[in-house]
């Protein structure tokens, strides 16, 4: 496997994030535009990859293989990373085969795609799931759903440093709190690791709570020696993962308009959407500082534009 430079991560830009219900409320917000480090492979994707790529390359592997669904933001910047980089990808993807924009991409990438049912997808966590696989494919490595695990939270340590190289240019010399969207929680859990208490990391779940993230950020955590941890979990599925409404909508519709800032409805405009409830509801002080992470995943919006 080619590895990228270690110095290939571009500078994400930290902006002060401008809306009038956060002015209302006497809430300073900083957004960490993960969605502008790189046209293909942004958001924290590349963060969650960068240590699962080092273990591949000491397992002398020559590839990648990995699971995500149709419109999968880890599976869309692994491949374009294969195709960059001249690594092979394989994708397990949930339900049955369709077309998407993302899957074209995955395609045009040379990832090799094969699709699980929804049956099949659901057993990834059962034991033995990955024998077969491994036995098809040898000469690859195995990274989680989501590019997960302990290696994918430890690389987002790096967005914490990133973010507060920047608190200067903000005029700020400090920050209370975190704030992003969870899908499989590696990136919260990544950020509780780096902070070590210091300050608090609130998770907006973009899945239902039956889907795990509190155990996958625990075992995590657990794997990593850290104690009690300073997080918090809110349900900001709006119903279940990939639902969508009016509201929501709206609400990205009138957000993006006030401030430019681009936003899909899967994860970043959910979790704003959850943020402004939790402002009006006075969980936040006036003065409260926060970072905001835009996880990028905007190529997966095209669907929704398209109507697909």
Same mark, same amino acid.
């Given at each position: 496997?080619?590895?990228?430079?270690?110095?290939?991560?571009?500078?994400?830009?930290?902006?002060?994030?401008?809306?009038?219900?956060?002015?209302?409320?006497?809430?300073?917000?900083?957004?960490?535009?993960?969605?502008?480090?790189?046209?293909?492979?942004s958001g924290n994707k590349w963060f969650k990859l960068t240590e699962h790529l080092e273990a591949a390359e000491r397992a002398g592997a020559e590839g990648i293989i990995s699971l995500g669904g149709a419109h999968s933001n880890h599976l869309h910047a692994l491949a374009a990373a294969?195709?960059?980089?001249?690594?092979?990808?394989?994708?397990?993807?949930?339900?049955?085969?369709?077309?998407?924009?993302?899957?074209?991409?995955?395609?045009?990438?040379?990832?090799?795609?094969?699709?699980?049912?929804?049956?099949?997808?659901?057993?990834?966590?059962?034991?033995?799931?990955?024998?077969?696989?491994?036995?098809?494919?040898?000469?690859?490595? @195995? !990274? $989680? =759903?989501?590019? &997960?695990?302990? %290696?994918?939270?430890?690389?987002?340590?790096?967005?914490?440093? *990133?973010?507060? /190289?920047?608190?200067?240019?903000?005029?700020?010399?400090?920050?209370?709190?975190?704030?992003?969207?969870?899908?499989?929680?590696?990136?919260?859990?990544?950020?509780?690791?780096?902070?070590?208490?210091?300050?608090?990391?609130?998770?907006?779940? @973009? !899945? $239902? =709570?039956?889907? &795990?993230?509190? %155990?996958?950020?625990?075992?995590?955590?657990?794997?990593?020696? *850290?104690?009690? /941890?300073?997080?918090?979990?809110?349900?900001?599925?709006?119903?279940?993962?990939?639902?969508?409404?009016?509201?929501?909508?709206?609400?990205?519709?009138?957000?993006e308009q006030a401030c430019g800032v681009p936003l899909e409805p899967l994860y970043t405009g959910k979790a704003l959407l959850a943020l402004k409830q939790q402002v009006e509801a006075g969980r936040f002080a006036s003065g409260t500082r926060l970072l905001f992470v835009h996880s990028?995943?905007?190529?997966?919006?095209?669907?929704?534009?398209?109507?697909?």
């Amino acid at each position: 496997m080619l590895l990228p430079p270690a110095n290939w991560l571009p500078q994400a830009p930290l902006e002060h994030l401008c809306l009038d219900w956060l002015s209302a409320a006497g809430i300073e917000v900083a957004i960490l535009r993960l969605d502008r480090i790189d046209p293909l492979i942004s958001g924290n994707k590349w963060f969650k990859l960068t240590e699962h790529l080092e273990a591949a390359e000491r397992a002398g592997a020559e590839g990648i293989i990995s699971l995500g669904g149709a419109h999968s933001n880890h599976l869309h910047a692994l491949a374009a990373a294969g195709k960059r980089l001249g690594f092979a990808t394989v994708g397990l993807l949930r339900g049955h085969a369709q077309q998407t924009p993302t899957v074209d991409d995955l395609q045009a990438f040379g990832m090799q795609l094969h699709w699980l049912g929804y049956g099949g997808y659901r057993a990834r966590h059962e034991p033995g799931f990955w024998q077969p696989w491994q036995a098809q494919y040898p000469q690859l490595y @195995a !990274v $989680p =759903e989501g590019g &997960g695990g302990l %290696a994918g939270a430890r690389g987002c340590a790096a967005i914490r440093t *990133q973010a507060q /190289a920047q608190l200067a240019a903000l005029g700020w010399s400090d920050y209370h709190a975190w704030w992003l969207a969870c899908g499989t929680g590696t990136t919260l859990a990544g950020l509780v690791l780096a902070e070590a208490g210091a300050r608090h990391v609130y998770g907006a779940l @973009a !899945v $239902p =709570e039956d889907h &795990g993230v509190a %155990a996958q950020v625990e075992s995590i955590l657990q794997q990593a020696g *850290q104690g009690s /941890a300073d997080y918090t979990l809110i349900d900001a599925s709006r119903g279940g993962f990939a639902k969508v409404d009016p509201a929501l909508l709206r609400f990205i519709e009138q957000t993006e308009q006030a401030c430019g800032v681009p936003l899909e409805p899967l994860y970043t405009g959910k979790a704003l959407l959850a943020l402004k409830q939790q402002v009006e509801a006075g969980r936040f002080a006036s003065g409260t500082r926060l970072l905001f992470v835009h996880s990028g995943g905007l190529q997966g919006r095209r669907a929704m534009l398209a109507g697909r």
